[in-house]
């Protein structure tokens, strides 16, 4: 998914920290790399891979130092796991300098890097948000005008960009028509920060503004700052995983309490698929706040059956699928007094691959449970996400390539149940939200044109 965060803070030595701190905030949306751009007289920066706080040292933040600041935390989709791809990407053009941190993925990148290349542009990466630098320094040219430029890489784009940008001391945010990833504005002291989740705003003890509506800009120069409309749509196509699984439970998205959402789709899920048993539990952290729902609504207690390793990063999100096996046990293990002896209806968020689900059941039959019932408080996932999140091929979703009895006989649970779409769609709308959900992985209906696919655009 990634991270972005754009920031702006009259004192410049500050400014970096709260961007670090910002940026700690999102690190659950990206484990890779971490990097910040700042800007005073010319564009500094400091990228690596890894975790934030294994990036950055107090050092640092002295180089970094400038009132004009973007980050940027990264899980890869377009783009191998390597420092090249690391971001934000800096450009120095005619234009001035530009630096681009991106939340999304491009489903034309090749289309539009032949393009620029044929024209005589250079790439160091093999990113799409290299291709978006390389568009706005173009833009730039024609007409230094950040809404000029804003427009023309509207019209160039297609799928899901979420951007947090500096154009030499002016943050920009922008989010795409559709509105695929969350942005949201902030005041902090005498500054302003955008960022993908408002968890980042609460880290810093701002106050929330509101979030950036799709096709909308927001500027911000010398402490001003600006909303523009850059483009219409008729229509929305906001992830719907973000409310299932990717955002903080603790953030607001859209004016949707994500603790809420995923409540309320413990509540449907228990209505729709109850289960005998002694207690609840949870596949932590993902799956807890909807555990709770479930148990709330079907009156079983709720207990902890597994236990997560703090210091293990989220096993869906790492690059390799070696690593995501051999890190299920470094990453929870069992209550053995809680669970021994007894039938657990075991609620997670979502099943994509299946992996940590088959081990985690295994264990927790292995540690003396009489039945494990498996909750998942999602639909079943289908199909690949072309628009940043690490789905890539139906080869590797287990429930397009299985039916549920057929996942059920894998993970050697007695029972499994998902929650319905409708359901799905009916828990969101209990916590405030429409019905204008990119739901492509759940329905194989994409809403931007993707080779190969249905498209309801």
Not at 88 to 95: C, L, N, R, Y
Not at 333 to 353: A, F, M, T
């Amino acid at each position: 998914m990634c991270g972005v965060v754009g920031l702006y803070h009259p004192n410049g030595e500050l400014a970096p920290r709260l961007t670090y701190y910002s940026l700690f905030s999102l690190q659950h949306r990206g484990q890779e790399s971490a990097g910040i751009a700042s800007f005073d007289n010319h564009i500094r920066q400091k990228r690596g891979m890894g975790l934030v706080t294994e990036v950055f040292n107090d050092e640092d933040f002295e180089l970094l130092a400038g009132r004009s600041v973007i980050g940027h935390v990264r899980y890869s989709t377009t783009g191998k796991s390597k420092l090249e791809n690391a971001q934000p990407f800096v450009v120095k053009s005619k234009a001035g300098y530009i630096a681009v941190a991106h939340n999304g993925n491009l489903v034309n990148y090749v289309q539009l890097r032949n393009e620029l290349e044929n024209e005589g542009r250079v790439f160091t990466t093999n990113s799409d948000t290299e291709v978006i630098s390389q568009l706005l320094s173009k833009f730039l040219i024609e007409k230094k005008d950040i809404t000029h430029a804003l427009e023309r890489l509207n019209e160039s784009l297609v799928g899901s960009y979420t951007l947090t940008m500096l154009f030499d001391d002016a943050v920009v945010g922008f989010r795409d028509p559709l509105g695929f990833k969350p942005l949201c504005v902030g005041r902090i002291d005498e500054g302003y920060i955008v960022c993908s989740e408002s968890c980042a705003i609460d880290a810093l003890g701002g106050k929330f503004i509101r979030d950036v509506k799709p096709g909308e800009a927001v500027i911000i120069r010398d402490g001003d700052i600006e909303f523009v409309k850059i483009a219409e749509s008729e229509r929305k196509a906001v992830c719907i995983f973000e409310y299932i699984y990717f955002a903080r439970p603790d953030s607001i998205i859209d004016g949707v309490s994500v603790y809420r959402a995923r409540s309320e789709m413990g509540k449907v899920l228990a209505r729709e698929s109850p289960a005998d048993a002694d207690f609840v539990s949870a596949v932590p952290d993902s799956g807890i706040t909807a555990a709770i729902g479930y148990a709330q609504e079907s009156g079983l207690p709720y207990f902890e059956g597994l236990i997560k390793n703090r210091y293990v990063g989220r096993t869906f999100i790492m690059p390799a699928q070696s690593l995501r096996e051999a890190s299920v046990r470094l990453k929870v293990n069992v209550v053995r007094e809680n669970v021994k002896g007894k039938s657990v209806v075991l609620v997670d968020d979502s099943i994509v691959r299946g992996t940590t689900s088959r081990r985690i059941v295994q264990m927790i039959k292995e540690a003396g449970a009489k039945e494990v019932h498996m909750r998942v408080g999602s639909p079943p996932i289908i199909a690949p996400c072309y628009f940043g999140i690490d789905m890539k091929s139906r080869e590797e979703l287990i429930a397009a390539n299985h039916t549920v009895e057929e996942i059920r006989e894998i993970f050697g649970a007695d029972s499994l149940a998902y929650l319905s779409l409708e359901g799905l769609l009916e828990a969101i709308k209990r916590a405030g939200g429409g019905r204008d959900y990119c739901l492509a992985c759940l329905t194989s209906r994409y809403p931007v044109p993707v080779p190969g696919e249905e498209c309801v655009c």
